[in-house]
């Protein structure tokens, strides 16, 4: 359109925690760089509302249905992707299916982690699992 200003926005992605209380957390091993550990995640397709990305990237990378229990908080520090500025919304989820858990899609592996025994993760997810962590424990007595 003559005269329309470019915008440079944020790229929307989710990232998803899919909790088990006795199996700990899903993570994935990345196939591309940024490689390393991971919550499973992506991009959101342009149509696709967050919600449906969220399930679909869970299935993609995991192999798990998913059923969506929360959010978690948005994450939007520019420095938090090195490939770009992204904005991620990130869901707590419970697995329909958790012993179907197989790689997928860009994830080498896909494997549960008890939370005392977390790798070193990937983008800023080590920040959004202490921040899933703390939610949880306002939940216990």
Request: proline residues 8%; glycine residues 10%; charged residues 20%.
């Amino acid at each position: 359109m003559p005269g329309s200003q470019q915008h440079r926005n944020p790229t929307p992605t989710v990232d998803i925690i899919i909790f088990d209380p006795a199996r700990g957390v899903v993570l994935v091993e990345r196939k591309n760089p940024p490689l390393g550990w991971a919550l499973p995640g992506g991009f959101v397709d342009y149509g696709e509302t967050c919600e449906a990305a969220a399930l679909r990237e869970a299935k993609e990378e995991t192999g798990l249905d998913v059923v969506l229990t929360g959010l978690v908080g948005v994450y939007s520090d520019p420095a938090r992707d090195p490939r770009g500025h992204t904005l991620s919304v990130v869901y707590a989820a419970q697995a329909l299916n958790a012993e179907g858990l197989s790689a997928g899609d860009d994830a080498a592996k896909a494997v549960f982690f008890g939370l005392d025994a977390l790798p070193l993760l990937a983008f800023d997810h080590g920040r959004i699992v202490r921040d899933f962590m703390s939610g949880l424990a306002r939940l216990r007595p």
